[in-house]
């Protein structure tokens, strides 16, 4: 039984809706993705929209449901049975939503040897996977921004060539994968990786209402529906059949509408003055303008129907533009004040409790938020360098996991992830005896054939940024460049794709300001609105960031964690009643080198802090920084981590005092 929310009860999201919609119209607009907070109907939107997609006709004995007239969309065997002069059995299928779960190994993405035949009869059988389900139909990945990367890539393939092509397991197979590609996901858990998100014709940004009545009026729809689903959805079949004949009707139309070409002249224009990158801008534009003007009646697409097509293309294709005014008014839902709200949302956020920014009689770092490129070097602790190419760069490694993709196979005691093809070539050279002994029935195979499958998956990383905000790093110079070197990491991890956390101490204790997210602007945010004063807990910060990598350990068992202390070093506060200061900074330093945790320790005092400078003579001065830097480098050592001063972090910019004395020099 049917229990699905109609879709035509959504309350709001026009634009949700709206874009849905569009690619329901058009199969060739590549995909919907729709970005929200929790809570704003999403997945029940996309899962609503099957009850309306239009019905297709199909090969019924087709795995793919090849278009019966369509020759040059078949497979290769419908296709080679029209060129003997079969006559294809056909049938009127509904388009339906393919769920691509997040836990899909490749096997199930693109398909497999068919294990139960291959034991039985011995020969080597595709079985199609959820591309070859998708075909001609809705594939929705939710929370698609936490994709594995190696999933990632085959979408991308098979949706620049709408095809699956498989070469694996002894098996080479092409067919048709041609799907309409929508995905959903939350922004405070990531972006998006920037090639799949050019693949998205469409994108809408939602939330949740801020409208009183439409609120109520949600809640109590909702109410009705869990109470009973069946009355409920009875109360909306005539609209529900209405929208499904009118998206009937808007595909019949679609080949018919055309675009003026002074619309596409304006659109391309507007694409080169916003620099959206590539022509999918461009191209996607018409696409889209001519699927809502379909789905509106219209056989030629309208100005009107140009913008709303912008509204939905360009903003996601634009970098640098904080405000986008394509589309205004054409959804009758303020686009652009909505988007703006969100961002407001998100600052806020970001914010964290005021009462820490206060706190200690903190002030906000100075001003400066420029960042600087970071060398990818720089970050890459001698303790462990292997696994620190893994995590900065990415690069996939060898796990016995079964998420990861198939790279070759080996013999094992036990054997949970089966590799057919490597077990099937073991058993194959012992079929004559073992038939002889009387076991007849296909292919046989025992314990000591079967291989395990050896995958290879891109490394999970978590950077952990330990910031000093006490009042020791309060001076101008070392106060800015230790903001400026914080934000230029954050920039980093966001370029090689890593979650961050950021934990600061000061005061009197330590707290977590960014929990582990792959949001870097949330992120880059906090840390701008970072204030700075008091004291220097130095020890509750190590053990802050000890137990956050701790738990997020315990989470993900294939976590590579990389700790990063920004500290002048300095520590006045006792972590343990009637401790030490000091001793105790050094007691939670050496937590991380007992557990292998790589750590990088950034002296953001050296050459920066010219508080010696001013208050002892010059010769006393020299020998208190002498003093810092060796217990630096000590604290470093019990850390087991690298020692980076801060002044000497690779950059592709100079600091500004460096500037203006080359200048000087330069004069």
Not at 230 to 256: G, V
Not at 449 to 478: C, H, N, P, Y
Not at 621 to 631: G, L, P
Request: hydrophobic content about 40%; charged content about 35%; overall charge negative.
């Amino acid at each position: 039984m049917d229990v699905s929310y109609p879709f035509t009860a959504i309350v709001d999201q026009a634009a949700m809706k709206r874009a849905l919609l569009v690619n329901a119209v058009n199969p060739d607009v590549s995909g919907v993705l729709v970005r929200g907070e929790r809570g704003t109907g999403k997945s029940t939107a996309v899962r609503a929209l099957t009850e309306v997609l239009p019905e297709q006709a199909v090969v019924a004995d087709c795995p793919y449901r090849c278009p019966p007239n369509d020759p040059d969309r078949m497979c290769a065997t419908c296709l080679t049975r029209v060129e003997t002069g079969e006559d294809l059995p056909t049938e009127t299928r509904q388009m339906r939503v393919v769920d691509l779960p997040l836990n899909a190994s490749e096997d199930r993405v693109v398909g497999s040897i068919d294990l139960r035949t291959a034991v039985r009869e011995g020969s080597h059988r595709f079985e199609p996977g959820l591309l070859a389900e998708a075909n001609r139909n809705v594939l929705y990945v939710d929370e698609v921004n936490l994709l594995d990367d190696h999933i990632v890539d085959v979408l991308l393939d098979a949706a620049a060539m709408g095809e699956n092509i498989v070469e694996r397991e002894g098996v080479s197979v092409r067919h048709p994968a041609e799907f309409v590609l929508v995905g959903t996901m939350n922004p405070e858990e990531g972006g998006l990786r920037p090639q799949l998100l050019d693949r998205f014709d469409v994108v809408v940004d939602v939330r949740a209402s801020d409208e009183v009545d439409e609120r109520v009026e949600i809640a109590a729809q909702r109410e009705r529906f869990d109470a009973d689903p069946e009355a409920f959805r009875a109360t909306y079949r005539d609209e529900q059949r209405a929208l499904a004949d009118r998206l009937r009707a808007a595909r019949d139309r679609l080949r018919d509408v055309t675009v003026p070409e002074a619309l596409l002249r304006d659109a391309s224009y507007q694409a080169l003055r916003q620099r959206a990158h590539g022509m999918r801008a461009d191209i996607a534009v018409e696409r889209v303008a001519r699927s809502i003007a379909a789905l509106d009646g219209a056989t030629a697409a309208t100005e009107a129907h140009v913008k709303e097509a912008q509204y939905f293309v360009f903003p996601h294709r634009v970098e640098g533009v904080p405000e986008m005014s394509f589309g205004q008014g054409a959804l009758s839902m303020g686009g652009d004040e909505e988007s703006e709200a969100g961002e407001d949302d998100d600052d806020s956020d970001a914010d964290g409790d005021d009462s820490l920014d206060t706190e200690a009689g903190g002030i906000p770092i100075a001003e400066g938020e420029g960042s600087y490129t970071v060398d990818r070097t720089a970050i890459d602790p001698t303790k462990d360098r292997t696994m620190r190419e893994a995590l900065a760069r990415r690069t996939p490694s060898r796990v016995d996991v079964s998420s990861g993709r198939y790279v070759r196979s080996r013999v094992t005691e036990d054997v949970d992830d089966v590799a057919i093809d490597a077990t099937v070539r073991a058993a194959a050279p012992h079929q004559r005896r073992r038939t002889e002994r009387g076991r007849r029935d296909g292919l046989v195979i025992e314990p000591r054939d079967l291989r395990q499958k050896i995958r290879e998956r891109t490394a999970r990383a978590l950077v952990v940024f330990v910031v000093d905000a006490s009042g020791s790093v309060m001076s101008g110079r070392q106060m800015m460049e230790t903001k400026r070197g914080l934000l230029s990491l954050v920039e980093d991890a966001y370029r090689a794709r890593d979650r961050v956390a950021v934990v600061v101490f000061r005061g009197e204790d330590a707290f977590t300001l960014v929990e582990p997210t792959r949001n870097h602007r949330m992120a880059r945010d906090a840390v701008s609105q970072l204030t700075v004063g008091g004291n220097t807990p130095l020890a509750h910060g190590l053990v802050e960031a000890y137990r956050l990598v701790q738990r997020e350990r315990r989470r993900d068992r294939e976590l590579y964690p990389l700790v990063v202390v920004l500290s002048d070093g300095q520590s006045n506060v006792e972590y343990r009643e009637d401790g030490d200061a000091k001793e105790d900074a050094f007691r939670a330093a050496a937590l991380f080198d007992e557990d292998d945790v790589p750590a990088v320790f950034v002296d953001t005092g050296y050459e920066l802090d010219t508080t010696p400078d001013q208050i002892w003579t010059e010769r006393k001065a020299e020998r208190m920084k002498r003093r810092r830097f060796e217990r630096n480098l000590t604290l470093a050592e019990t850390l087991g981590a690298d020692y980076l001063p801060l002044v000497d972090l690779p950059r592709d910019a100079t600091l500004p005092a460096e500037r203006e004395e080359i200048e000087g020099q330069a004069v």
